[in-house]
């Protein structure tokens, strides 16, 4: 019987061997093309492809593995694992290997810009990660892909398992590296010293060359393998007409060996074998000890997309690969499983783990209808729940993509400081030539090594990660606060706020509404009433809609009802048009209008009206959250005004507002009014925002800064700079102060960075600075840097 091909479906020849192992099983192929794309795609983490498929793929033709590796990244089976559909474009989070500084991302930013298509491109240092976003009419992903790797380096979607993989291949040929300089080290420095205390005095001139060409046979391979690094870097900026750290780095320990092999060759000058041991031993040792120390500060957003488990279980019990799980499956979930998906419980009533997402260490209670988040934990009740977002729209998915987001945007302070570095390693490489310029017209004999003093020494590396480092901490610590941040701008902003202004319902107050007093007119019944109340408010996303949801009908009364933002809501029921908001809103069409507004009662918030007839008035109640007092007192002590602005034109506005202690009312204001309130502040006013619903979306958008409450409509979220994931208000105060810290080791960074550059360059030139004294300074430097941002990520605000 004839087999047919796993990867293109076409028969396999008889006496063809060629197998893939595949989702757990060896798979026939009909030809080495096939054979070789198939394993490709295994290699490559990308096996869900054949999950995914629809139809067998086309026949392969023996391309290079590279560029067929590439090429699979443009299936649309394969792109539903990492990229997210934005608006016009397409986004993607990739790992990159090879970039080690400011200059590399800045090399790959710009090199990307140019191409057609590119909407945008954020590389951060820390995380090796890069956001791109493209228009797939114009550009396909392989290509850009494909420039990446033309530049030097490599580029894959973003998977914490595979890059953490990644990461831990790197460390281990950077410690084969350092073991080979070490060792190398040692042999050179002891016949060094010999040589440089005439131990070997007595000895001839031949048996001391003898002594160096053993120097050479040891430094060679730190040279050509320990260094490789370096040159890879240098090349990669040479090529593209930049000049990066390395530059100036490679450039010294080349000239030495060069100098050194002549001296040898020729029996006549100075060595420096011990100097290039010392210096790729020392460099090495430095940036192993950096990586490690960026990718603590990476790890934190890396790790939530571990928590959410790699099988979910179906109905049926059968298992499946969480990530292929779809929007309206069904799975269940076990005590003290983690949930594979966002979804809906539609079966049982447990207790949720959610400090993953809020940092509240309490489980809180979800039954039939609540939403729950892939990676929180099932407490102590079998659930059933239906998926209602893939993977790439999950909500742990958007923080790590959001967090990414943040740490890739460089304020002003960072961009400045990435053009220095640039600048200043071209201004190292003409000091340096004119060092040696003057030093061999001196003294000769010390030009070469007070020259590469100057090279290493002043290499500007701790000022191009003295910003990177600490924002990228300093969002890892954010996000264990349960505060995710979506500009880059916020954490500049917080600290300069000065003006706070604040939605009342669902943001002073719990947002959990009560209805607690109905008062019906002329001849309508209560039960009637609080039904067509419950139907009409079934059209809105607000906590007072949420008052009248048990009133609701099993089938829903009005088919066509308009929200009219900030007012209320009105539909047409059997030929009448019913109405619920406002007062003013409910009676709009009525001639009496003013004289019935003029005897409304102000203690009830909600009114119904029926072709413009008042049929009823309700009062509602919601209390005042825990932590509102404090935080009122505590922004006011910080020299802030509280202004309360709210939709809400009822006795309780006053009453919330006295009760609080606010500076400042400003009751029944429209969405409109509320965004023309912000503008009319005082031009030295930086406010802050705070708000929960879809009235408050345009002021969150217009505001200087803004946070949205977690449990708030989703269009308030995307307007808003920063989303709150709990309910805690306090931790905008701990999230301030975090940025104050912040400011403040930026600040420090830039100092020890500048500071050390200045001090250095002048004993360098004037020769105080001996080579393994440079490179040693060099590389405390930017481990002082990495390790003095690496105190934000102890922070708890």
Not at 185 to 211: H, P, R
Not at 223 to 248: E, I, Q
Not at 665 to 692: F, H, Q, T
Request: charged fraction near 20%.
């Amino acid at each position: 019987m004839t087999k047919d091909c796993y990867h293109c479906g076409d028969p396999v020849p008889q006496d063809c061997h060629h197998h893939v192992e595949i989702l757990g099983q060896p798979r026939e192929m009909c030809c080495p093309g096939c054979e070789a794309v198939a394993q490709t795609i295994v290699d490559s983490g990308l096996t869900s492809y054949y999950e995914y498929r629809t139809a067998p793929a086309e026949k392969a033709d023996l391309v290079p593995q590279q560029l067929q590796s590439l090429l699979l990244y443009d299936h649309d089976e394969i792109q539903q694992e990492f990229v997210r559909d934005n608006e016009n474009c397409k986004e993607a989070s990739l790992s990159l290997d090879g970039v080690s500084c400011a200059a590399c991302a800045w090399l790959i930013e710009k090199q990307l810009m140019r191409e057609p298509g590119v909407v945008s491109i954020k590389v951060n240092t820390t995380t090796h990660r890069a956001l791109l976003a493209w228009d797939p009419d114009s550009v396909k992903l392989s290509h850009l892909l494909g420039v990446i790797h033309r530049l030097g380096y490599k580029a894959a979607p973003f998977e914490a398992d595979a890059q953490e993989q990644q990461y831990h291949r790197t460390m281990k040929g950077y410690l084969y590296r350092l073991g080979i300089a070490g060792i190398a080290t040692m042999q050179v420095m002891m016949l060094a010293v010999a040589l440089y205390f005439e131990i070997f005095g007595d000895l001839d001139a031949e048996f001391k060359n003898y002594l160096r060409w053993v120097s050479l046979i040891f430094a060679t391979p730190v040279l050509l393998y320990s260094a490789l690094p370096f040159y890879l870097n240098a090349w990669r900026n040479l090529r593209a007409r930049t000049l990066g750290m390395d530059v100036p780095v490679s450039i010294a320990l080349l000239f030495a060996y060069v100098a050194s092999l002549y001296a040898t060759v020729m029996e006549k000058g100075e060595v420096f074998f011990e100097s290039i041991s010392m210096f790729t031993f020392f460099l090495l040792l430095g940036r192993f000890l950096e990586m490690r120390a960026r990718r603590h500060a990476a790890a934190a957003s890396a790790n939530l997309l571990k928590l959410v488990p790699a099988m979910a279980t179906l109905e049926d019990g059968s298992q499946i690969a969480a990530k292929t799980l779809k929007v309206g499956d069904v799975v269940t979930v076990l005590p003290g499983e983690s949930l594979p998906a966002d979804g809906e419980i539609v079966k049982g009533q447990t207790a949720i783990d959610e400090s993953m997402l809020t940092g509240e260490s309490m489980p809180v209670t979800r039954t039939v209808g609540d939403a729950v988040f892939a990676g929180t934990i099932n407490g102590d009740s079998h659930i059933t729940l239906k998926v209602t977002k893939d993977r790439q729209n999950s909500l742990i998915s958007n923080i790590v993509r959001l967090q990414d987001e943040a740490q890739s945007s460089k304020p002003k302070v960072a961009e400045i400081a990435d053009i220095v570095a640039r600048y200043f390693v071209a201004a190292i490489l003409v000091i340096s030539a004119a060092t040696w310029l003057y030093w061999y017209q001196h003294r000769p004999e010390d030009a070469l090594w007070i020259t590469l003093a100057v090279l290493v020494a002043t290499c500007p590396c701790a000022l191009s990660l003295a910003t990177p480092t600490a924002l990228t901490c300093s969002t890892s610590s954010l996000g264990r606060l349960g505060i995710l941040l979506r500009r880059g701008h916020v954490l500049e902003t917080l600290c300069n706020v000065n003006q706070i202004v604040i939605d009342k319902t669902g943001t002073l107050t719990e947002g959990n509404i009560r209805l607690v007093k109905t008062q019906v007119f002329n001849n309508h019944s209560n039960e009637q009433a609080l039904i067509i109340a419950a139907e009409l408010e079934r059209f809105a996303n607000h906590p007072i809609a949420r008052a009248f949801s048990i009133y609701r009908e099993e089938v829903p009364l009005f088919s066509d009802v308009e929200n009219v933002i900030g007012s209320g809501l009105k539909g047409s029921l059997d030929g009448n048009e019913w109405r619920i908001g406002k007062a003013s809103f409910a009676l709009e069409l009525n001639p009496d209008k003013e004289q019935l507004l003029a005897g409304c009662d102000n203690r009830f918030q909600v009114w119904l009206s029926c072709n413009a007839e008042l049929v009823a008035g309700f009062m509602l109640d919601d209390p005042i959250r825990e932590d509102s007092p404090e935080l009122i007192k505590q922004f006011q002590a910080q020299g802030m005004q509280v202004t309360m602005l709210t939709g809400d034109h009822s006795a309780s506005a006053k009453l919330v507002a006295d009760k609080l202690g606010v500076d400042h009312l400003e009751a029944g204001v429209s969405p409109e009014g509320k965004l023309d309130y912000l503008r009319s502040l005082d031009k030295d006013k930086v406010a802050l925002m705070i708000g929960d619903g879809v009235n408050d979306a345009p002021v969150l958008a217009g505001a200087h800064l803004s946070v949205a409450m977690g449990g708030g409509t989703d269009i308030a979220k995307s307007s808003a700079d920063m989303v709150l994931l709990g309910d805690q208000l306090s931790r905008i105060l701990r999230a301030r102060k975090l940025a104050q810290k912040t400011r403040k080791i930026i600040r420090e960074n830039l100092a020890w960075a500048l500071g050390y550059n200045l001090i250095i360059l002048p004993l360098a030139v004037a020769g105080f600075v001996a080579p393994y004294i440079a490179v040693v300074g060099m590389s405390g430097s930017s481990i002082i840097v990495v390790s003095n941002s690496l105190r934000l990520l102890k922070e708890n605000g």
